[in-house]
């Protein structure tokens, strides 16, 4: 009996799992979400023109900010739920300031990026060879991306291969225009496409309609953004100030003053972020790395 249910459970077994090969689990593709936080935040740190600096050495940085922060606020302060807060805020910070720099980099790089396209495709009409006309921008074309072209010519004269050295190209501006650029080239060189001119003419011309639309947006909305940090730094900043008087800041030690900064400190951050949502305008991913 023993044995028949056995052979009954080894045959249950067999049909479950013959059943189940006809649904196979669908392949995960494209890097993990971790570590397409991690590509998102070197993109940053590349364009903020931090040479040297990876991702995970900031994110170590960040937290090393963090527990000196804490251990300073609290031989200062003698109250934990306040250090805590200043350590998650100095945490934040070497974020904020690679974002920054990213961002007005972006911003200077959107309104040359037309010029070097039009440097390429004036190269590229008087008869040079793409490889040329690329290298010719570390000379002639916009002063923001003259380096940057500088290493792509190094890396052409030295390996002769146009291919990876335009992937390190891209590795280096890490800009979504950079790489409609880079990838048009590639497939003009591949392929031997004819229409590279046109191409070019029409990326030129959106690009600076874009950067000008852009520029008419920001300027209009760039108020909602300096209110929404100066919201959120108000607050704060009158803790700070209360953190040299002793007596008042040992009512934030009590469960009642941590649960108030909890929340002041969730509805500080909710309201920053919609209103920096609101208010900034969306940034082009890079979908062609």
């Known amino acids: 009996m023993i044995a028949g249910a056995g052979w009954g459970l080894v045959l249950g077994l067999g049909l479950a799992s013959i059943w189940w090969s006809f649904w196979p689990r669908a392949q995960r593709v494209g890097p ?43 031989a200062v302060t003698r109250v934990w739920t306040i250090s805590v807060c200043f350590a998650l805020m100095a945490a934040w910070l070497p974020l904020a300031v690679v974002m920054a720099r990213a961002r007005r980099r972006r911003s200077r790089l959107r309104d040359v990026w037309p010029d070097a396209v039009d440097h390429v495709q004036s190269a590229v009409r008087a008869g040079l060879a793409l490889p040329e006309a690329l290298v010719q921008l570390a000379d002639r074309g916009p ?13 052409y004269r030295a390996t002769g291969r146009f291919s990876e050295s335009l992937d390190l190209l891209k590795e280096r501006l890490a800009d979504p225009v950079a790489d409609r650029l880079i990838e048009a080239l590639r497939i003009a060189r591949d392929v031997g496409g004819t229409d590279l001119g046109r191409v070019l003419r029409t990326l030129s011309s959106f690009l600076r309609d874009d950067a000008r639309a852009r520029a008419e947006l920001e300027a209009r909305q760039s108020w909602t953004v300096n209110a929404a940090r100066l919201a959120m730094a108000a607050p704060w900043a009158v803790l700070l100030l209360l953190a040299t008087r002793g007596s008042t800041l040992q009512a934030y030690g009590t469960p009642a003053g941590a649960l108030v900064l909890a929340i002041g400190a969730g509805l500080s951050l909710v309201a920053y972020r919609v209103m920096i949502t609101v208010g900034r305008l969306p940034e082009e991913a890079r979908v062609l790395r």
């Open 32 to 74: 993990r979400r971790g570590r397409r936080r991690l590509e998102r935040l070197q993109d940053q740190i590349v364009l903020a023109g931090l040479r040297g600096l990876g991702a995970r050495t900031l994110v170590i940085l960040c937290v090393a900010a963090s527990l000196v922060v804490l251990l300073l606020g609290y």
């Open 143 to 155: 002063e923001a991306l003259r380096p940057a072209f500088e290493e792509f010519a190094h890396d």
